[in-house]
């Protein structure tokens, strides 16, 4: 089954190119199946890249979604054309009284804030609180997880003496979770920032269990079951040249960077980098699409009772 896409969205005719399968909203409408609805809350900057990149890995499952692109209602968008975020997003404050499947919460580029300080914090507490009730399953992905982690259970963000920044090992550490199914037990994990949570505050939150970690970087996916949530501090949907990008905006604006971990062959940026995350992004999105679609009602209306 395909993603269910406004055809003139740049994701559209993006993933039609490269196999994934697509529908409009007029031709999905047509079909006697309930799509899962799954909501985007769009904290990047670069919004197009990252719509891209979500909705890739959740387009490649058999079921049908429909994608929800969401905004803060009151924060603007620097970095996008106002037209396309007035054409696809909507305002967190016109979707409250809806329900959702599922909901993405990205990540930022405002680690060095105290949370409290970040201008839109208020409303996204709100929205935290609201996946409690008009939400079956959220996942917070990098600055999301870690605003989610500290909201719902006070785990604070720490920041690092350097940019963590590469390519790093993880380890599965709990090959039962259906959130794993399929997982090796050592991959690697895109990794681009410049706060850490700590394993033990994790430990010491009652009912939160650490799937993923890695030796030099820490906790990485955690499971909050009692909040039907997922945090992940890194990033298993960066494209394979993500890092490079931000690698070359920091050289050419002269700001000292490390070159990635691991990333580029010989860790010589001059020779393109490969993707070796690919089969696990997918495998990860993929399970919690399924998941969501064994256990979320069928009437929307029951989602959150």
């Not at 975020?85 to 959702?100: A, L």
């Not at 008009?134 to 350097?162: E, P, Q, R, Y």
């Not at 931000?246 to 700001?255: C, F, K």
């Not at 696990?280 to 969501?292: D, K, S």
Request: aromatic content about 10%; proline content about 8%; some cysteine.
């Amino acid at each position: 089954m395909p993603i269910t896409l406004p055809a003139t969205l740049p994701a559209f005719d993006v993933l039609r190119n490269e196999g994934v399968m697509v529908m409009s909203p007029e031709r999905a409408q047509a079909q006697e199946i309930r799509p899962l609805r799954i909501g985007l809350l769009n904290l990047m900057p670069k919004k197009i890249q990252t719509e891209n990149q979500f909705a890739r890995l959740i387009g490649a499952t058999p079921l049908q979604i429909d994608f929800q692109l969401i905004r803060m209602s009151e924060h603007q968008a620097k970095n996008t054309a106002a037209d396309h975020m007035e054409t696809f997003y909507r305002p967190f404050q016109d979707v409250k009284s809806e329900k959702f499947d599922g909901l993405i919460i990205t990540g930022a580029p405002i680690e060095h804030l105290p949370f409290e300080d970040v201008t839109y914090w208020d409303e996204l507490c709100e929205v935290m609180d609201w996946t409690q009730t008009n939400v079956f399953s959220t996942f917070g992905v990098c600055w999301g997880g870690m605003a989610m982690i500290n909201h719902f259970h006070g785990v604070k963000k720490h920041m690092l003496d350097h940019k963590a920044f590469g390519c790093f090992r993880h380890q599965n550490l709990a090959p039962t979770s259906p959130f794993l199914r399929g997982f090796s037990d050592d991959f690697v994990i895109p990794v681009s920032r410049w706060t850490e949570m700590k394993q033990p505050e994790i430990d010491a939150a009652p009912g939160l269990r650490t799937l993923l970690g890695s030796d030099q970087v820490g906790p990485c996916l955690v499971e909050d079951p009692a909040h039907r949530a997922l945090y992940i501090f890194n990033h298993f949907e960066y494209d394979s040249d993500t890092l490079k990008q931000e690698y070359d905006r920091d050289v050419a604006a002269g700001t000292p960077i490390n070159v990635p971990d691991n990333y580029y062959p010989n860790d010589n940026p001059a020779l393109p980098p490969l993707n070796r995350w690919r089969s696990h992004a997918h495998l990860l999105y993929g399970n919690w699409i399924n998941e969501i679609y064994q256990g979320t009602p069928y009437e929307m209306a029951e989602i959150g009772r």
